[in-house]
């Protein structure tokens, strides 16, 4: 449970939301040249003397509301949970691979294909044999993959994020949120791509 009281998966929507809501008021503040000089608030209305307190707001509020959706999507493990998913595609690939160019073609010496070990960039999966050798140890046998690993991890990330809602879940708010970052900080990408 989170200070709030709720789930940290209710906590983690939450600031997904706010920091998406923000981050598009940004984007739509910057990119629209909009100026505020008037508030009006339950039938007061208010002439604002100073118009760049809103833009000082703007970015008070966006800084809050980007550091609760960090820490949040921090202690849901989102990202990984993101990459986890790339890495499991990109293992199953690697193990058919396996099976097809190792194991199918010498079916009558090994029974089985285990993945035994996981590095960054590597996977290891052993051929299990039920023959013994010369001292009655099994003979299994190692193998090794490394740059089909990465090769299928690569190839991995199109499918995640089209196939899963890990992409825009996790992922997505934090590009919003960049692109609203820069538009106030004046590098105006959305500014130059609909340039008339």
Do not use: W
Request: net charge positive.
């Amino acid at each position: 449970m989170v200070d709030s009281g709720k789930t940290p998966e209710e906590h983690f929507i939450k600031q997904r939301r706010n920091l998406i809501l923000i981050s598009l008021f940004v984007i739509f503040y910057e990119v629209g040249n909009l100026t505020i000089e008037e508030i009006n608030f339950l039938g007061n209305k208010s002439k604002l003397g100073n118009p760049e307190i809103v833009t000082f707001f703007l970015i008070v509020a966006f800084t809050y509301f980007s550091l609760r959706y960090y820490t949040a999507c921090r202690e849901i493990k989102g990202i990984s949970k993101f990459l986890y998913g790339c890495s499991a595609r990109a293992e199953n690939k690697c193990k058919a691979f396996v099976t097809k160019k190792y194991f199918e073609p010498q079916k009558e010496k090994f029974k089985a294909v285990d993945q035994i070990t996981r590095t960054k960039f590597t996977r290891t999966y052993m051929l299990r044999s039920e023959r013994r050798g010369e001292n009655g140890e099994p003979l299994h046998v190692k193998i090794v993959v490394k740059c089909r690993f990465i090769y299928n991890y690569t190839l991995s990330l199109l499918p995640t994020i089209i196939h899963t809602s890990k992409f825009t879940e996790y992922v997505l708010p934090y590009i919003i949120a960049i692109i609203a970052g820069l538009e106030l900080l004046d590098y105006s990408l959305i500014s130059q791509l609909i340039k008339p």
